[in-house]
């Protein structure tokens, strides 16, 4: 008979031919379980999703709950239920007041979908500005918006009318125009291996979107549910994004995406045509009280208020020669080697010493680093050891 590795090898559609191949069994908190017994500290959080660590009691109980009820009744939109209703409204109350319609998918690509289309539609613009080296999704509206040829090229031709500018360039701003429908953008840059946008540049952005009429889109996709220290990222630049994207973690490790704005901006889908957006399962009801159930979890147990304490203690831990730069925001962070060969060294005897890592698709010299926010001090302090004796024998 097949080993399931065998079967995930010959059945399971493959992405890369250097899959991580762990096998995992169960999780709890920070830890992953394999089915040896192996257990690890998960330091990327499947990719900024498990901000309130691994089954959390409180998630699972409210998936249970709403599993037990019901599932799922009907396409997007038309019935009213408490999960969804309830998250959205919850939402809302933690964001300024222009931010006041939710629209749930399922999604980051589809939030980003949604959110280009929408600025289309309300503007009545084609163009779309984004940044070098961005990364917003997979899907042909998402991958259009990309800052990396080697990952579109081959998809081409994408949407026209896209423009790409430097990032972190207050300068290059100019070029937003009364064309713009809108403009795209990360608060901290992630796959290019974690580069914060800064003040300046955030302050430019929002002015000249003010001056010239087109809609700033934050994806907060990654940077969102506490990730940076606060709820969402753009809070500590002084700004507020016309749309916000959310998705990853804001399910509490269920899928779902968002796309939220105002309700003027979002009340272009509804005419000319109705339904500009179409989803079946966007804002499912099960997904709906895990994100609820998650966001409760970080505002009322103060997660999101140690996240830059903890992000310092682990910077100042990971001290070494060979780290040749540290970039951080929050527990984000991304530790940068020589290049790809000693990098993969090192995650690979960070995993076998029971920690896993990885690198970042636009940049395989440089570590990623994003626990749990739930991680407590000492867990990152052993983490942190981890990767130093990893580093130590393979710099
Ligand atoms: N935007 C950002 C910043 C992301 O990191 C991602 C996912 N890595 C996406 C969008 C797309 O999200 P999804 O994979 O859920 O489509």
Redesign the pocket.
């Known amino acids: 008979m097949s080993t399931l590795r065998q079967l995930f090898l010959s059945r399971v559609a493959q992405t890369t031919d250097f899959p991580l191949l762990l096998e995992i069994e169960r999780a709890e908190g920070i830890y992953l379980y394999d089915t040896k017994g192996k257990q690890y500290i998960d330091l990327i959080s499947g990719?900024?999703v498990s901000n309130v660590g691994h089954c959390h009691p409180k998630v699972v109980k409210a998936v249970q709950e709403q599993a037990e009820k019901f599932m799922f009744l009907m396409v997007y939109g038309e019935y009213v239920y408490a999960p969804h209703v309830r998250f959205a409204d919850y939402l809302c109350k933690q964001l300024p007041s222009s931010l006041d319609r939710v629209y749930f998918v399922n999604?980051?690509?589809?939030?980003?979908e949604g959110a280009m289309k929408t600025a289309k539609k309300y503007t009545g613009r084609a163009e779309i500005i984004h940044f070098k080296n961005?990364?917003?999704?997979?899907?042909h509206g998402?991958l259009s918006v990309m800052g990396n040829e080697y990952f579109k090229n081959p998809f081409r031709p994408l949407l026209p009318g896209i423009k790409a500018l430097e990032y972190n360039n207050p300068e290059q701003l100019d070029e937003i125009s009364t064309d713009t429908a809108c403009v795209i953008a990360?608060p901290v840059q992630?796959?290019s291996g974690i580069h914060p946008a800064s003040e300046a540049f955030m302050k430019k952005l929002r002015k000249k979107c003010d001056e010239t009429g087109a809609l700033l889109i934050l994806?907060?996709?990654?940077?969102g549910m506490g990730r940076t220290g606060t709820l969402f990222a753009f809070e500590q630049y002084g700004i507020v994004p016309d749309i916000l994207?959310s998705?990853?973690s804001l399910g509490g490790g269920m899928?779902i995406?968002a796309f939220i704005t105002s309700s003027a901006i979002m009340s272009c889908l509804k005419e000319n045509p109705i339904l500009g957006h179409i989803t079946t399962f966007g804002g499912h009801p099960v997904s709906c009280r895990a994100g609820h159930a998650a966001l409760e979890i970080l505002l009322e147990e103060g997660h999101i208020d140690q996240v830059e304490e903890k992000g310092k203690y682990l910077e100042n831990l990971l001290q070494h020669p060979s780290i040749l730069a540290k970039r951080r925001k929050g527990l984000m962070m991304s530790l940068e080697f020589e290049n790809f060969e000693q990098n993969k060294r090192i995650i690979d005897a960070c995993i076998e010493k029971g920690v896993v890592t990885d690198w970042f698709l636009f940049s395989d010299k440089c570590m990623r680093i994003g626990p749990p926010l739930i991680i407590s001090f000492e867990q990152l302090k052993n983490a942190a050891e981890i990767i130093i004796k990893a580093i130590e024998q393979n710099a």
């Open positions: 990719i900024s999604s980051g690509s589809e939030a980003v961005s990364y917003h999704g997979s899907s998402a990360e992630a796959e994806d907060e996709i990654q940077t994207l998705a990853k899928p995406g």
